[in-house]
T-cell receptor, first 116, second 114 residues
């Protein structure tokens, strides 16, 4: 059973460009979460999605950031007009179901975004 | 707001010895879940162990065990017979029951020396 897949593993963008980060959950998992890890910090929750629905985006910056999880294909985290402060590791996690929050989240290898 | 505190930024241990990493959390919830994740140099986040707050028995996974003190809001990780491959950042994480958000501490960098 393949784990959570993220690509690319490394992404370099210049200020003002767009960054697209992709996440394919584990087989059988329908819940996806995005977290951001700044240098020397723990992970910070950004957004929780189910297929075609954003359930909780309380951790997402109000501007420039968006996320989707379409019916077909991977989940996408999009950052428009990137700035240097967006440089971080972005982790995706998935879980099989929502049932009182009992299910463990399994993480992908992360995408390291560097903004020049 | 829930917070997770890991008071030891760095620790080291000799191979084959035992080490304990501390974690405290702050919450008013009665139902929640606690996790330890390991992040080796590859940066992959790997689940080490989990604990349900309603369970009094401490969770164990092979060489890894926890000391869960609910009243003290403490959740320490004990690694027995440390191995070189245990060298990694270790993150304590908390999730309230009914919520999907994981709240992480800042991590403890563990080095296992030969």
């Amino acid at each position: 059973n393949a784990g959570v897949m993220q690509n690319p593993r490394h992404l370099v963008r210049r200020r003002g460009q767009e960054a697209r980060l992709r996440c394919s959950p584990m087989k059988g998992h329908s819940h996806v979460y995005w977290y951001r890890q700044l240098p020397e910090e723990g992970l910070k929750f950004m957004v929780y999605l189910q297929k075609e629905n954003i359930i909780d985006e309380s951790g997402m910056p109000k501007e420039r950031f968006s996320a989707e999880f379409p019916k077909e294909g991977p989940s996408i985290l999009r950052i428009q007009q990137v700035v240097r402060g967006d440089s971080a590791a972005y982790f995706c996690a998935s879980s099989p179901t929502y049932s009182s929050g009992t299910d463990t989240q399994y993480f992908g290898p992360g995408t390291r975004l560097t903004v020049l | 707001a829930q917070t997770v505190t890991q008071s030891q930024p760095e620790m080291s241990v000799q191979e084959a010895e035992t080490v304990t990493l501390s974690c405290t959390y702050d919450t008013s919830e009665s139902n929640y879940y606690l996790f330890w994740y390991k992040q080796p140099p590859s940066r992959q986040m790997i689940l080490v162990i989990r604990q349900e707050a309603y369970k009094q028995q401490n969770a164990t996974e092979n060489r890894f065990s926890v000391n869960f003190q609910k009243a003290a809001k403490s959740f320490s990780l004990k690694i027995s017979d440390s191995q070189l491959g245990d060298t990694a950042m270790y993150f304590c994480a908390f999730r309230p029951g009914g919520s999907e958000k994981l709240v992480f501490g800042k991590g403890t960098k563990l080095t296992v020396n030969p």
